[in-house]
């Protein structure tokens, strides 16, 4: 199933779409990211849903998520630097919320990576709560973010503070 958004083609990543996962994977996160047997059995799993963003036959980002309850879990993501601010990262989400049939959304991201953060909170998603010790090398807590259903008058104190952001 493919998609668009003006140059950039979506679709479901392929077996032969794996090197450039990987690369765009180990340049985003060097010491705790997919692996390639990660993305393989993200490929053989009828359980997840990997899509890829191409542009000009060049894979620029992609997205890793799985569809449970009627909630869309997005488990790994990343777009190009150079293709960053875009909508390709937006666009890969709402195409997978399209396709699995979800109606809410969750993710984690460490409490760091504030471009995560704000790229999430940018389609609607608001932070729940704080995960201590969630990441390993190096250790880090993550932050829960939702969107939907999950998220609804949630207004709990983590949500209002801005976590180093």
């Known amino acids: 199933m493919t998609g668009r958004v003006g140059q950039v083609v979506l679709r479901e990543a392929v077996t032969d779409d ?5 690369d765009l994977e180990s340049a985003a996160f060097p010491s705790d990211g997919y692996r390639l047997k990660d993305f393989a059995t ?8 990997a899509l890829v963003a191409e ?6 980002g992609f997205l890793v998520c799985q569809e449970s ?14 293709q960053r601010g875009g909508g390709i990262g937006g666009a890969l ?3 997978a919320l ?15 990576n ?15 709560r704080r995960v201590c010790g969630y990441y390993d090398a190096p250790a880090e ?7 939907g259903a999950r998220s609804r008058d949630r207004g709990n104190a983590d949500e209002r503070t801005n976590h180093g952001c």
């Open 18 to 22: 794996l090197p450039a996962l990987l």
């Open 42 to 49: 993200a490929l053989e799993d009828a359980g997840l849903l």
């Open 55 to 60: 542009e000009s036959e060049t894979v620029v």
């Open 69 to 82: 309850g009627g909630a869309l879990h997005l488990i790994d993501s990343v777009v190009a630097p150079a």
């Open 93 to 95: 989400v709402h195409r």
């Open 98 to 112: 399209e396709m699995s049939g979800a109606r809410a959304a969750w993710a984690e991201t460490r409490v760091t």
């Open 114 to 128: 504030c471009a995560a953060r704000k790229a999430l909170e940018a389609l609607g998603f608001r932070v729940e």
């Open 141 to 147: 807590d993550a932050l829960l973010l939702a969107l």
